[in-house]
Each structure stands twice: as structure tokens, then as C-alpha cells.
T-cell receptor, first 119, second 116 residues
């Protein structure tokens, strides 16, 4: 596809349920990022992959959050035992380069996001 | 660590007016990037500009212009002759320097409304 795609676009979960959010990056993009955007706030970094390696997971808010990218392309963000505070839009972004400082290669392209509502 | 302040929470102007969105950032990195992103009502973040910390030249792209002043840690964004389609939330965002992954640290954003 032409851009980053995410599915589902909307997800409603009951508190305590597990959810899995999918991100399909732009083909050939080395880097993949997950962000969480609460209502009225800017996106906040969750985690970063370079190919299949998760190089930074410092933004994951708790051990209920888990991300993987086993083959270096599609990524899944899993949230276990969802809580109401997990309600947010989850954004995925990909970039061509694997290293900052490569100018245009570091530009991140964002997907439309998955809006998660925990009731 | 980086911190960005977008003091203007919301701005509303009439179409064709010029508008400037302010951004002040703090960073201990000597090398870093600064970004502006636009988030229209559809929700998808759109890249507008990337600046590296070594390049303090102002930039103009059509109706958009950016003023980067390292001495005051500001990276302001001006839209000339605003249009209704410019209505969106705009985020200023610094990133760490070249030695680490380019995770973007977003500010809280400025909601811009252009009235016809």
C-alpha cells in the first residue's frame, strides 16, 4: 500500500479484556514506532523497532503493554487486561532509515491510528 | 531530555489572516531535529517540516514559513493568508540527536481554527 495502515480503526473493549492492534508499515521501511495519543494531548512515544529488534520500549506504560515485529514488517501492539486509562488513539509510524541523522530517511509517516475505548 | 512548550492552546482567525504558532523547546542535546506536524480532523499526522540543529536558516514553503532561532530555543511557524483547510492541530516536536532512535517528543499542540 501507499501508506501506513492500521487495524482495526476502532476498538471497544470491556475492562479486563486483552486487545491486539495491528500496524502495516510502508514496505521496505526499517523503523517502526508506536505512539499513544490521549484525548486533547500530543502523541507520546511507546516503543521503537529497527527491523525485528525492539530497540527502545521505554515509553510502554506498564507490563500489560507488549509489542512485537517478528519478521521486521507488520507489528502488533498488545494490551493485556485493559483499563479505562488505556483509552486513547494508538498511532503507528514508520521510516525508511534505521538511524537518525540520515535526513529524509528519518522522516516518520504516520498511520490513521486505532481508537481504543475501554468501558 | 527534551521538552517542548506550545503556549497557545487554541487560536481562531478569519480566513486570509496571517497566523503564527509559537514553539519553545528545551534540550540538552547539541544535535537534534525539530519537526512540525499537522493533525487535521481526520486524525492522521502529516509531516510539514524537519530542521536540524545546525541549520538556522529560515524556510519558506508556499504559504508556510518557519523561523528557527537557536539562541532563544524557538521554532515558530507562520501561515500566510490562512485558509479554512489549514484548520487542524499543529504539533512542534524535537527529537534526540543523531546517536539514538528518532522518537519524536510531541508538544501538547495548538488547535488552529480558520473561520470563513
Amino acid at each position: 500500500g501507499a501508506g501506513v495502515s492500521q487495524s482495526p480503526r476502532y476498538k471497544v473493549a470491556k475492562r479486563g479484556q486483552d486487545v491486539a492492534l495491528r500496524c502495516d508499515p510502508i514496505s521496505g521501511h526499517v523503523s517502526l514506532f508506536w505512539y499513544q495519543q490521549a484525548l486533547g494531548q500530543g502523541p507520546e512515544f511507546l516503543t521503537y523497532f529497527q527491523n525485528e529488534a525492539q530497540l527502545d520500549k521505554s515509553g510502554l506504560p506498564s507490563d500489560r503493554f507488549f509489542a512485537e515485529r517478528p519478521e521486521g514488517s507488520v507489528s502488533t501492539l498488545k494490551i493485556q487486561r485493559t483499563q479505562q486509562e488505556d483509552s486513547a488513539v494508538y498511532l503507528c509510524a514508520s521510516s525508511l532509515g534505521g538511524t537518525v541523522g540520515l535526513g529524509p530517511l528519518s522522516e516518520q509517516y504516520f498511520g490513521p491510528g486505532t481508537r481504543l475505548t475501554v468501558t | 531530555a527534551q521538552k517542548v512548550t506550545q503556549a497557545q492552546t487554541e487560536i481562531s482567525v478569519v480566513e486570509k489572516e496571517d497566523v503564527t504558532l509559537d514553539c519553545v523547546y528545551e534540550t540538552r542535546d547539541t544535535t537534534y531535529y525539530l519537526f512540525w506536524y499537522k493533525q487535521p480532523p481526520s486524525g492522521e499526522l502529516v509531516f510539514l517540516i524537519r530542521r536540524n540543529s545546525f541549520d538556522e536558516q529560515n524556510e519558506i514553503s508556499g504559504r508556510y514559513s518557519w523561523n528557527f532561532q537557536k539562541s532563544t530555543s524557538s521554532f515558530n511557524f507562520t501561515i500566510t493568508a490562512s485558509q479554512v483547510v489549514d484548520s487542524a492541530v499543529y504539533f512542534c516536536a524535537p527529537t534526540p540527536g543523531y546517536s539514538s532512535a528518532s522518537k519524536i517528543i510531541f508538544g501538547s499542540g495548538t488547535r488552529l481554527s480558520i473561520r470563513p
